[in-house]
């Protein structure tokens, strides 16, 4: 299976965090954050 190259950068995932935490954001703007987030590498845990 193929592994996607597109990966969002941390300043721009943490922008996205921040709209899907305002509820005031508009769906298109939820939309298009959570797409962003889909292709931020997982976290791994300490």
Known sequence: ???K???TS???ASAA???LRDPRS???AR????SALTQRPNRTKK
């Open 1 to 3: 299976m193929k592994r």
């Open 5 to 7: 190259s597109e990966v």
């Open 10 to 12: 941390a300043r721009a």
């Open 17 to 19: 965090s921040k709209v």
């Open 26 to 28: 508009s769906k298109a």
């Open 31 to 34: 939309t298009a954050a959570a």
